[in-house]
């Protein structure tokens, strides 16, 4: 990071480790996708293809990720377990989550056509996900019956109400026939009404998909001349079983005992209550602004693998531009914006209730529309590149108090912009004049804005001050009123709008000339100004 005054808002920043031995899990949930299923005309009770969907995408995060051991998932959920010495992130739990739901979800959007070959995605998907903290293996013993369960009945329920919907019944007839029936009542309707005998649905539908990590010994001969040897492998396996948190399911795949642990035996009460306590929730400071700021993982390799130009790629500045702008038009508290290079920080309103205020789930909502929107938009900006990987973003949130402070982030972010921007550009140009990345990093060590201005003046005949500016200063995103002005001047009617500017945000003029997007009295405050004022002019 670069070094500047503004650096001390670091200092609000706070670490939110998931303490050993507790295990982690990773539960993500779908996003409206009561809606999403519904717009893209989903099969009902169950779409065996969005449901093998979600399936893969699983399956590719545990080929990922070699901490997570095992995923449990139905519906629109799934949930990740890492092995117990898992040393992700420093265990940070903001980082691990948003890193888990950025990915899933990229990958989510980039698997679609694989599922759905003839159905164009019509509404952008995303997801929500929360930490949940087990102290024992008995935790997450009943955690995971606690999911199975609810599997069970969830699906026992939609089965019941889609087939009397589609025998002709309306929906609010539908709720009142099922609206206090117990399991053998559901199942008595189903077989009288409609011969379906529920025990023999498919057993995703009824349990549930698990997918684990298992050990499997192989043969393998290095040396022509010498004796094969074994070796352990592990592979991903997907597996639909009755009773996932039973001792004889655990028993089976000794991997999982040796990564997480075994179960003493088996669970039966579970209450929703109980586990509800082990759910991480961080509740974010009221009447302080919060800012959620996003990074690419791993882009230097990302930025490399897809060609991106060095130092700056207009075009993919330009997609993560378009990316904040869908952000800010999805969370209508999202006041304002500021990205460069892999980054965004998103800023929502002082007053702002969005999910109660519940760090994990306003990070992870929007690292994954973020993320979901930056693979649906590829295309538009790299028409002739495919991409080669889906990209994920890790995210965090931070309180600051003050509009001098949340003033000082931003002059922060933008500092860095200009200090990293003018490196890159020195050092890009030296290395494309052909010195290596070693001399180039030898040649500017030490060196002063001045300096790098007056290398890339006399080597290469560049005024930095006259290069894009989208570059210098970064990008600004906000929403600003758009004015329909008549051809006699005047206006005919105005309406917000999201708009991307490039200016600069460290002084006041631009602050200046957009009050109203950090304006630091709330709703009721200004009304109780407004009826102050016209008091006292009456």
């Known amino acids: 990071m670069a070094n500047s005054k503004y650096e001390y808002v670091k200092s609000f920043e706070s670490e939110d480790e998931v303490m050993y031995p507790n295990l982690i899990v990773v539960r993500i949930d779908g996003r409206n996708f009561a809606r999403f299923s519904e717009v893209n005309e989903f099969e009902k009770p169950n779409d065996e293809r969005a449901l093998n969907l979600m399936n893969s995408c699983a399956t590719s995060v545990l080929e990922k990720y070699p901490d997570i051991i095992l995923a449990y998932g139905f519906s629109d959920e799934y949930s990740f377990i890492f092995k117990k010495e ?51 293996m008995e935790v997450l013993q009943a955690y995971l019956a606690w999911r199975q369960r609810e599997c069970h009945s969830k699906n026992q329920y939609n089965t019941c109400f889609w087939m009397l919907v ?143 130009e060095k130092p700056n790629d207009e075009q993919a500045l330009k997609l993560m531009n378009a990316s904040a702008v869908a952000v800010l038009e999805e969370f209508n508290d999202i006041v304002f914006a500021y990205g460069v290079s892999d ?10 209730q969005l999910y109660q205020r519940r760090a994990s789930e306003i990070v992870s909502a929007v690292v994954s529309f973020f993320s979901s929107t930056y693979v649906i938009k590829w295309k538009e900006f790299f028409p002739e590149k495919e991409l080669k990987y889906p990209p994920n973003f890790d995210g965090r949130a931070v309180c600051y ?38 001399e180039a990093q030898s040649l500017l060590k030490g060196t002063q804005a001045p300096e790098k201005n007056q290398m890339l003046s006399q080597l290469f005949g560049i005024d930095y001050n006259t290069l894009p500016v989208i570059f210098r200063n970064g990008s600004s995103v906000f929403w600003d009123k758009e004015m329909m002005v008549t051809d006699n001047g005047v206006v005919a009617k105005s309406h917000k709008k999201v708009v991307v500017d490039h200016p600069n945000i460290i002084e006041d003029d631009f602050w200046g000339a957009h009050p109203l997007i950090l304006e630091t009295t709330s709703p009721r405050q200004r009304s109780t100004k407004i009826r102050s004022r016209k008091r006292n002019t009456s």
């Open 343 to 352: 980054e965004y920080s998103f800023v929502l309103k002082k007053n702002s």
């Open 166 to 308: 589609k025998s002709g019944k309306s929906e609010t007839e539908a709720y009142n026939i099922l609206k206090g029936t117990q399991k053998q009542e559901k199942n008595e309707i189903l077989f009288q009404q409609f011969g379906i005998n529920y025990k023999n649905l498919p057993s995703m539908y009824r349990q549930g998909s698990c997918i684990l990590k298992t050990e499997v010994d192989e043969t393998v001969k290095i040396y022509d001349k010498e004796s094969p040897v074994k070796r352990s492998r592990k592979m991903v396996k997907t597996v639909h079983s009755e009773n996932i948190a039973s001792r004889s399911f655990w028993n089976d795949y000794s991997y999982l005992c040796k990564e997480l642990g075994c179960f003493e035996q088996n669970v039966n009460n579970i209450k929703h209550e109980y586990l509800k306590l082990f759910q991480s929730e961080n509740m974010l400071l009221p009447f302080t602004w919060i800012v959620i700021r996003i990074d690419g993982s791993h882009f230097h390799r990302f930025s490399d693998v897809q060609g991106f």
């Open 401 to 438: 108090p003050s509009y001098e402070i949340i003033r000082d982030y931003f002059a922060w972010r933008q500092v860095d912009c200009h200090i990293n921007n003018q490196y890159n550009t020195c050092f890009w140009m030296l290395v494309k004049s052909g010195k290596s990345t070693r």
């Open 86 to 136: 898992t040393k992700f992130y420093q265990r940070r739990a903001g980082k691990i989550l948003s890193l888990i739901v950025s990915f899933f979800t990229s990958l989510y959007v980039a698997k679609w056509n694989e599922f759905f070959p003839h159905v164009e995605m019509r509404f952008t998907p995303s997801f929500k996900s929360r930490i949940i903290c087990c102290p024992s």
